[in-house]
């Protein structure tokens, strides 16, 4: 039990430092935690993750699109286990989950209507991200590789194959 309240404290201390210490549009451990917390300790602690985001939504302000932003997180964490066997198969399905989440949020930014409900408005809102899918996939890539380091010396520090329970 200890150690799961370890487990719990630590993904929300993560997520809140990244959240709010400063820091360039979209460069969060967000992407990254959501694919890696359900990879390496089990999806039943995606709840864990969702409310981490939710209370830290709350200090950060909530805004339109948070249930299309919930929602990828939800999306990415399920499709998490599909890609657990190899160092390369993890960062590659973290680099999907950006991929997810800019798919999904931008769509939810255009149900908004600010640049039209047409093709053309979809297609805008999707353009008009790239910037920010740019930060999304470097963020996603760097927290992928402190993950991964941090697990590798948790394996050699306590002889340990797989950080679960």
Same mark, same amino acid.
């Given at each position: 039990?200890?150690?799961?309240?370890? =487990?719990?404290?630590?993904?929300? =201390?993560?997520?809140? $430092?990244? /959240?709010?210490?400063?820091?360039?549009?979209?460069?969060?451990?967000? =992407?990254? %935690?959501?694919?890696? #917390?359900? $990879?390496?300790?089990?999806? /039943?602690? %995606?709840?864990? %993750?969702?409310?981490?985001?939710?209370?830290?939504?709350?200090?950060?302000? &909530?805004?339109?699109?948070?249930?299309? @932003?919930?929602?990828?997180?939800?999306?990415?964490?399920?499709? $998490?286990?599909?890609?657990?066997?190899?160092?390369?198969?993890?960062?590659?399905?973290?680099?999907?989950?950006?991929?997810? &989440? *800019?798919?999904?949020?931008?769509?939810?930014?255009?149900?908004?209507?600010?640049?039209?409900?047409? #093709?053309?408005?979809?297609?805008?809102?999707?353009?008009?991200? %790239?910037?920010?899918?740019?930060?999304?996939?470097?963020?996603?890539? #760097?927290?992928?590789?402190? =993950?991964? $380091? @941090?697990?590798?010396?948790?394996?050699? /520090? *306590?002889?340990?194959?797989?950080?679960?329970?």
């Amino acid at each position: 039990m200890k150690n799961k309240l370890v =487990i719990i404290v630590g993904i929300f =201390i993560s997520l809140v $430092a990244s /959240r709010f210490i400063p820091h360039p549009p979209n460069f969060t451990s967000l =992407i990254a %935690l959501s694919f890696y #917390v359900p $990879a390496i300790f089990g999806v /039943r602690y %995606l709840p864990v %993750l969702l409310i981490s985001f939710i209370v830290t939504d709350y200090f950060i302000g &909530f805004h339109q699109t948070v249930w299309f @932003t919930w929602g990828s997180v939800i999306i990415i964490g399920l499709f $998490a286990k599909h890609f657990t066997g190899s160092l390369i198969k993890r960062i590659s399905g973290s680099l999907i989950g950006a991929c997810i &989440f *800019f798919i999904v949020t931008n769509f939810g930014v255009w149900t908004l209507g600010m640049y039209g409900y047409g #093709v053309s408005g979809l297609s805008a809102s999707y353009i008009m991200a %790239l910037p920010f899918f740019g930060y999304s996939l470097i963020s996603t890539l #760097v927290f992928a590789v402190l =993950i991964e $380091a @941090t697990c590798l010396l948790f394996k050699v /520090r *306590f002889n340990i194959n797989r950080i679960s329970n």
